[in-house]
């Protein structure tokens, strides 16, 4: 299988402290990969580095063949990758539907249209609703966005990075803050769509983690030790030393 | 060239570099710390102003008054702070810069009401109102000296607050993390209002300074505020060491522009549209500065490290 | 917002009073009020423009004078060499010339200080809108020729086919037209695909740049446009006041303007032009009590800031920032 992101020797230290270092990751198209580690390993900067809301110091990032890695973030967006926020980052002032049909009229051409009312155009509605009905809000549509709880600003999320229509989903922690039964749910979700985009996820939630991932790649101190399927990673030495053997 | 006019508009532009740097250390320490903009801050400068106009009438002699004025215009900071400025740290820029734009419709018609629409010269002592001869053939005014060495010792002074003293030590801290030093037991309260009594003090100093060459005005303030912003935008905003050099910076290119930009146009056009255009463009200068420093950084020459 | 909502009927209800009021005074003979409505309309299409950028983008201009600057002396310079010889190119009365220079020096003016300052955010956007706009200020301040701090006298109106802008009639129904012109110019494009990346930039920058969407350039052209409205505001504003001077620029001007949308009530389509309205009367009721109406005034305006969330419109129907 072709690899649809590939990350060379990544680096990214802040005043002195590596938080990426050296990192190596192909994230193959289709699969669901999962990057696990320890608080403070450096996940989140990695996606960030991904997205492009950050630049890395050296290494190269490649997506679909093309080097990304200059590339600033809204181009990214365009050219297919998305991410989730772990801590929720959405248009609070705007209706939930609001949200995500900009996710939709974000790859339905430019948005330099001055005339035609936004919500009155169909495609763009209906196509917001049916993701929102999709991942379970479909009652809420209408809502402003800053009423609904954290559990379902967690599946908004998921829902704007599915609207946008990206073949990359990044999803920074999309359990994060979840109750038991949310979480669950959550799970089932994203067991639905894989296989339809390639995922990288990030996510404490070992459980969710092993249920889901195709494969698994542990990042500990900015350096990804291992990588393997579930039970390989359950398997490996190095892994149950530095990561699993302190749960 | 003229180098006895070169080295007179060096030192005027020292001195009015020396002056913005009075208004904007005090803009940039209170937004650095206390994350509020101060359009009013304009305002404590002509405060000053006038209360030292009317201290020098009062006790006979401007040094008596500048001594007097200077805790006075910090005690008026420090009744801003208590009253108005306190319930708007909790607002967004927006409402800081509304109020305090209301706040200086009131100050101004408040000194309006209190010394007239006139303005009050200042009289100097006989041994500051005389001239030095500091070159052969080149004389300067004595006050201007004072003013640059008064500008200077301040600025060495605020360097060594800032960096070298408790209080000093808790700005920083404060500016970087509010709720850290709270936590620490530290009155937060009394070293905002004690930050703004101070940023006061200095832009009153630098009215003081200034009202026995230009006068004691209303409305003074008004235009030094916005070249003071233009300063710690170039600087960066908060840091004490960008207000400095950003000050100094654009007190020499102000006023050397103003006197020389003529003769240097005149080295390409012909004369004519070198006097219609040289004004024109030695006024926009510093604000052509600004843009071409921030076309190359956005945060200035010196973004502070924290926010 | 979309449909007949309360906030729609407010709306109509008091563009319908602003229309009719000023013309009744002035057919009874009260020429004085004429002049007010028409000065306070010109103000509204400028606060109009600026709310564009500063309720529905988030993006606090301190510099919107600026632009009422340049459309007055757009139409005051091409004026002056028509009576005073030179620059036989520009020298001319034609109101469609003027206005168009007016309108497009301004999108110019906004386009290059606005691709400069958006790179910025936060207190150094509001610093440096104000920066660029006193520039402007210093730079007409300085030109000898029109006046500088004197300021130009305008010594005949714009000549534009239809109108009349000598009889204050006229004028007023202008201004007045391009007003609603300019209020549902920016509730069309507020509503549009433009608009909707506009106002989620305002609320999530982020969260728009990752979704694809470069913020910076929507922001730059919604900057332009606003500026552009306002030249034109300026252009009305020259011929209302048949006398245009630097002091028009000054920063102090923009602080007025950005007030009349706060007061108002950002991000409403009637917000800015109630705000005016209420600044102008009041400012002028003050003023013919005491020469130091400054004085309530400014604590006016603190109190507002202080207590009236959302501005007049939050308290006229309930909807606020």
């Known amino acids: ?247 | 060239m003229d180098y006895g006019l070169l080295f007179i508009q060096t030192l005027n532009g020292l001195q009015l570099g020396l002056l913005l740097f009075l208004v904007a250390s005090g803009l940039t320490l209170v937004f650095g710390i206390l994350d509020f903009v101060n359009l009013a801050h304009g305002s404590l400068y002509m405060l000053g102003a006038f209360i030292c106009a009317s201290l020098t009438y009062l006790t006979g002699n401007f040094l008596i008054a500048v001594v007097l004025a200077l805790p006075a215009t910090g005690a008026l900071g420090y009744l801003l702070e208590r009253f108005l400025v306190r319930s708007l740290y909790t607002r967004d820029h927006l409402d800081h810069v509304l109020a305090t734009f209301g706040l200086i419709l009131v100050l101004d018609t408040l000194t309006h009401l209190i010394w007239g629409p006139a303005g009050i010269a200042i009289p100097l002592p006989d041994w500051l109102d005389g001239q030095v001869e500091v070159l052969s053939g080149v004389v300067v005014p004595t006050f201007r000296l004072l003013i640059i060495a008064v500008g200077l010792a301040t600025a060495a002074g605020l360097f060594w607050l800032v960096n070298y003293t408790r209080l000093g030590m808790l700005i920083r801290a404060g500016a970087s993390n509010r709720t850290m030093v709270a936590a620490l037991g530290i009155d937060i309260q009394t070293l905002f209002a004690l930050v703004f009594a101070l940023g006061a003090m200095l832009a009153g100093l630098a009215g003081m300074l200034v009202a026995p060459i230009t006068e004691a005005s209303i409305g003074m303030g008004n235009n030094i505020i916005i070249t003071a912003f233009v300063v710690i935008i170039v600087g960066g905003i908060g840091s004490m060491k960008g207000a400095f050099v950003g000050a100094l910076l654009i007190g020499l290119i102000d006023t050397l522009g103003r006197s020389f930009i003529d003769d240097l146009f005149k080295l390409f056009v012909e004369s004519n549209t070198a006097e219609t255009a040289g004004p024109a463009v030695s006024g926009m200068l510093i604000y052509i500065l600004m843009a071409a420093i921030l076309a190359v950084r956005p945060q200035g020459l010196f973004p502070p490290k924290v926010r | ?321």
């Open chain 1, 1 to 247: 299988m072709a690899a649809l992101l590939e990350v060379r020797n990544l680096c990214k230290s802040f005043g002195g402290v590596a938080a990426t270092d050296g990192v190596d990751l192909d994230v193959l198209t289709g699969e669901l990969h999962a990057i696990i580690g320890p608080n403070g390993a450096g996940k989140t900067t990695l996606i960030t580095q991904l997205s492009g809301a950050q630049k890395p110091d050296s290494g190269r990032i490649r997506f679909k063949g093309h080097g990304i890695t200059r590339m600033p973030a809204y181009t990214r967006a365009k050219a297919g990758i998305t991410r989730s926020f772990q801590i929720t980052s959405l248009v609070l002032d705007m209706s939930v539907l609001d949200n995500v049909a900009l996710a939709v009229q974000a790859h339905d051409g430019h948005s330099f249209r001055f005339l035609k009312p936004a919500r009155k155009i169909a495609h763009i509605r209906d196509t917001a609703r049916d993701w929102l009905q999709q991942v379970g809000l479909g009652d809420r549509v209408d809502a402003p966005t800053s009423e609904l709880s954290h559990g379902e600003h967690r599946l908004m999320e998921i829902a704007i990075a599915l609207a946008s229509g990206a073949e990359l989903m990044l999803l920074d922690e999309p359990m994060a803050g979840l109750g038991p039964d949310e979480s669950a749910r959550m799970v089932t979700f994203l067991k639905g769509i894989k296989g339809t985009k390639t995922i990288l996820l990030i996510e404490h939630d070992m459980d969710a983690v092993f249920a889901l991932a195709d494969r698994i790649s542990v990042l500990v101190y900015g350096k990804i030790i291992a990588t393997g399927t579930p039970d390989e990673i359950r398997a490996n030495a190095d892994v149950r030393h530095a990561y699993l053997g302190e749960e």
């Open chain 3, 1 to 321: 917002m979309i449909g007949f909502g309360k906030s729609s009927w407010v709306t109509l209800a008091i563009m319908a009073i602003l229309l009719v009021l000023p013309m009744v005074f002035y057919w009874n003979g009260n020429t004085f009020y004429l002049s007010l409505a028409t000065r306070l309309t010109i103000l509204a299409i400028a606060a109009v423009s600026l709310n564009l950028v500063l309720g529905y983008g988030g993006l606090i201009s301190f510099g919107h004078a600026a632009y009422i600057g340049f459309g007055a002396y757009a139409v005051g310079i091409p004026t002056y060499h028509v009576f005073y010889g030179g620059a036989e190119g520009i020298a001319t009365t034609n109101g469609l010339f003027q206005f168009g220079v007016a309108v497009g020096i301004s999108a110019l003016f906004a386009l290059i200080t606005g691709a400069i300052s958006l790179r910025t955010k936060g207190v150094y956007f509001i610093m440096i809108t104000m920066a660029f706009a006193q520039m402007a200020y210093y730079m007409f301040l300085s030109i000898e020729e029109y006046g500088g701090d004197d300021g130009l006298v305008i010594e005949v109106r714009s000549k534009l086919p239809l109108v009349d802008l000598d009889n204050p009639m006229e004028l007023f129904v202008l201004s007045y037209v391009s007003l609603v012109v300019a209020m549902l110019m920016v509730r069309t494009i507020i509503h549009s695909r433009f608009g909707m990346v506009l106002q989620g930039a305002k609320g999530n920058n982020e969260r728009m740049v990752t979704l694809g969407y470069n913020s910076y350039l929507y922001r730059l052209v919604a900057f332009t446009i606003s500026g552009a409205m306002c030249g034109f505001a300026g252009a009305l504003m020259g011929n209302f006041s048949s006398f245009i001077s630097p002091e028009m620029m000054a920063w102090s001007r923009s602080g007025e303007l950005m007030f009349m949308v706060i007061l108002g009530g950002t991000a409403t389509t009637l917000g800015p032009v109630l705000g005016s309205a209420v600044f102008i009367v009041v400012e002028e009721f003050m003023s013919s009590y005491t020469v130091y109406w400054h004085l309530p005034f400014g604590l006016m305006l603190i109190g507002i800031v202080l207590f009236v969330r959302g501005g007049l419109m939050g308290l006229l129907v309930g909807k606020g920032r």
